[in-house]
């Protein structure tokens, strides 16, 4: 792939409250959002020309994008308009919560240049929501949809599967629900338990069940033939789209192209090192200030990259192409690799279609362990 284009991205790092299952960095006070939103812009200044070539995507993540005014919206857009080429019809995406669309809001983001919405609903169960300690309700979850359509063709939506006590019917009831409301596009994720969460700390006090990996795996299995049915591409392990829907923001991350990240704990990558940035609010605000870009950086070797490539590309409807892993990282890894994939394809676990290894069907839910097994591993 060539490395001209590239993606921005923009780390919001507040929230309402704070999700149980949540390991991003953010803050729930607003006291610096309208310093950090200016010391977001002038990152934007200081890196412009670490991205050569036309911005392609821009995303703003979080924390929560949605509690940005329409000033501060202006601000960054201004910034990343008057210090970046930008493609003619870029892919613009704001992370949005249910409880932050109102019609007033969506009239805001739909006269900027916002042209994607990426609706974190998660459930549309009161049950699921309270448990994730999420802060909008079912009725919510429902309505920002309906009004959203109004101003925005190309929504997507996140949905959690593998919850505690999850039964299936509840799980497709979910999927229903969003087929019935013509959401082109979901991303949806297992339910995981990361260190230093509160749901961890939940599940170890006993007030909520452990998370069940078989469940999760029906759920998934469930999901995959529910969304098929309706026309939906499972274009990359958690993302399923309509034709002319795939999220193109993503689809930069898996192919391996440049992108710049902006904001506390944001991360980057130029094709030969990824750079992340601090995940202190405080600290960030200070170094720029002072001119500093607060980020570690690690230059990555032929292997890392390889590995990156196994990781990322088996994920998805494109499969790993064995002609990319000669010319970008050599015949060795080339050799390597055919030989470590023989028992997975053995095993209908991968399957080889001329050039490319694709996970087969059977196998998609373990894809990431496939991935670790095929990974080059310097002795």
Known sequence: MGRSGGALYIHIPFCKQACHYCDFHFSTSMKKKNEVVKAL??????????????????????????????EELEQIFD??????????????????????LSEEKLKMFATSPINRLSIGVQSFFEEDLKMMN???????ALKSIQLARNYFDNISIDLIYGIPGMSNERWLQNLTTALDLGVPHISSYALTVEPKTALKKLIEKGK??????????????????????????????????KPGYFSRNNTTYWFGKPYLG???????????????????????????????????????TVTDKYN????????????????????????????????????????????????????????????????????????
């Not at 200081?46 to 949605?66: A, D, V």
């Not at 704001?94 to 932050?100: G, I, K, M, R, T």
């Not at 130029?270 to 607060?294: C, F, Q, T, V």
């Not at 080339?334 to 050039?355: C, S, T, V």
């Open 134 to 140: 999420r802060a909008h309700n079912e009725n919510e």
């Open 79 to 100: 910034t990343i308009f008057s210090n970046f080429k930008v493609a003619k019809n870029p892919e613009i995406t704001l992370e949005a919560n249910p409880d932050d």
């Open 262 to 300: 902006i904001g506390p704990s944001a991360h980057s990558f130029d094709g030969n090192h990824r750079k992340w940035n601090i995940n202190n609010n405080i600290l960030y605000l200070k170094a720029i200030e002072k001119g500093e870009i607060p980020a570690e950086v690690e230059e990555l």
């Open 208 to 241: 909520i069940s452990p998370v069940d990996e078989d469940a999760a795996k029906g759920h998934y299995e469930l999901m995959i033939e529910v969304l098929e049915n309706a026309e939906f591409e499972n274009y990359e392990f958690s993302n399923f789209g």
């Open 41 to 70: 812009c002038k990152e934007l200044e200081l890196r412009k020309g670490e991205i050569s070539g036309e911005i392609e995507t821009i995303y703003f993540g979080g924390g929560t994008p949605s509690l940005l005014t329409s």
């Open 308 to 379: 990156e490539y196994i990781m990322t590309r088996l994920r998805t409807k494109w499969g790993i192409s064995l002609q990319e892993v000669r010319v970008n990282f050599g015949a060795e890894y080339q050799e390597y690799l055919l030989n470590e994939a023989q028992r997975f394809i053995q095993d209908k676990m991968l399957e080889k279609q001329g050039d490319h290894l694709h996970i087969s069907k059977k196998a998609k839910f373990l894809s990431d362990g496939i991935a670790a097994d095929l990974f080059f591993i310097n002795l």
